[in-house]
């Protein structure tokens, strides 16, 4: 059968919803729970149930569209909600080239042997608290501190945010109970870099997700006047992150070649041109696709960290803020995506990913894929970010007969 999506149908979803949260800075602000994203919410629930899909929503606000079978589910999906001022294709495209495979399934009556279910996951993007809150909720990896006391990266509390949304800290908690045999996860990502892009190759099929660890620390030294305190006698905390921020970036590039270390947020107290800086509070984040790298990155950074407080007489304090592990993407997916390529003659190419998705919290569960198509320029989470249609429709076509390929009987072929 040679099946493919109604790429017309597709785009004009993807712009219907790229409408629903428009920034006048240019670009889509949908954050999960705002009122943006109830009206993005309703726009897929009436989507879904036009589809001929049975509609469900668990408490931690994942909707779902089921098309019903004996056996186990096979999953894909995406999330709908962005940062701010981001762009409209970022989850949109996984969720909604999802939905219309499920169309698709059941307008040729494809004869399925398991359960196919259209996924989107609430606030894959962490404006909440902590990336991932619905895919992890449907998990049961939430901390229920976090969910009953946490607070928003806009500063109101949790749990204020849900009641507005109409939802429940015990609702969130209990959402895993909802979950379905899965055999498989599956999720179409626009690649968020520029790596497809300078190949010239549409698809990329992701053989590892990389892990993530988060941390706020500060170094803490002394304030004093910028005009009479000698150098040598100085307790500068600024220089003290200068120093961290270079020998650390040094380390990775050299002892840990892939790995990625970033210092993307920093505060200087008192925060005055005239005032040696006596504190300055700032994010570290370091990711890799190696739990090994990641062991010792962690272990290589932090004592570099203390051994240059001690040499300028700083302390240093750090607290975990988030942590993911690298995820290794199952043979039996890279290969079943790699073979559909093949059988629509679309070139593709081995990947990992630098960024975080819910497929790899969802490898907890099953076997989790993901198919990748080129972000033009590398744009992604801001106003600029773009698809070419050409290279959408190739990728969901190959979501499409990845789906089929996983729920028909084995080995049957679309
Ligand atoms: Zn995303």
Redesign the pocket.
């Known amino acids: 059968m040679d099946i493919r999506v109604n790429i017309e149908r597709l785009k004009r979803d993807l712009e219907e919803l790229g409408r629903i949260g428009r920034d006048e800075r240019g670009g889509v602000s949908r954050p999960s729970f705002s009122a943006a994203d109830l009206e993005a919410r309703l726009w897929l629930k009436k989507k879904m149930e036009e589809a001929g899909l049975c509609y469900r929503q668990d408490g931690a606000g994942n909707q779902f569209g089921r098309l019903e079978c004996a056996g186990k589910t096979v999953m894909a999906g ?2 709908i909600d962005t940062v701010p001022n981001g762009g409209m294709y ?2 949109a495209v ?1 969720v909604l080239a999802a939905l219309e495979a499920a169309r698709r399934i059941l307008e040729e009556k494809v004869p399925l042997a398991k359960a196919v279910e259209v996924a989107s996951f609430t606030d ?2 962490g404006n909440l608290v902590g990336d991932f809150l619905g895919s992890r909720a449907f998990m049961g990896l939430l901390d229920e501190n976090e969910v009953r006391k946490g607070r928003t990266s806009f500063g109101v509390l949790f749990s204020d945010v849900l009641k507005m949304a109409g939802f429940t800290a015990d609702g969130i908690l209990g959402a895993r109970k909802d979950r379905p045999a899965l055999d498989a996860y599956v999720e179409l ?2 690649e ?1 870099g520029p790596v497809l892009e300078d190949e010239g190759v549409p698809i990329g099929v992701v053989e590892r997700i990389a892990g993530k660890h988060y941390r706020q620390c500060a170094y803490v030294g002394e304030s004093g006047h910028a005009g009479t305190t000698p150098l040598e006698l100085r307790h500068d905390a600024f220089l003290g992150l200068a120093d961290l921020a270079l020998r650390a970036t040094q380390l990775v590039a050299t002892r840990h070649y892939g790995s990625v270390l970033t210092v993307g947020k920093a505060a200087l107290h008192p925060g005055s041109f005239s005032v040696i800086p006596g504190r300055v509070d700032f994010t570290l984040e370091f990711r890799s696709v190696s739990a090994e790298s990641m062991a010792a990155i962690e272990d290589d950074v932090f004592t570099l960290a203390e051994d240059i407080a001690a040499t300028r007489g700083l302390a240093f304090v750090s607290k975990l803020v988030d942590k993911t592990a690298p995820v290794t993407i199952a043979p039996r997916l890279t290969g079943l995506i790699e073979e559909e390529c093949k059988a629509l003659d679309y070139r593709s190419m081995r990947m990992t990913s630098g ?1 975080g ?2 497929a790899q919290i969802l490898a907890g569960a099953c076997d989790s894929g993901m198919i990748f198509i080129p972000s033009p320029d590398g744009v ?1 989470h801001a106003p600029g970010e773009r698809v070419d249609w050409d290279d959408l429709e190739k990728g969901a076509n190959v979501l499409l007969r990845t789906i089929i390929r996983l729920a028909s009987q084995e080995g049957a072929k679309p």
């Open positions: 995406s999330h970022d989850g996984g894959e993007e990502h626009i968020q960024a998705h819910d992604s």
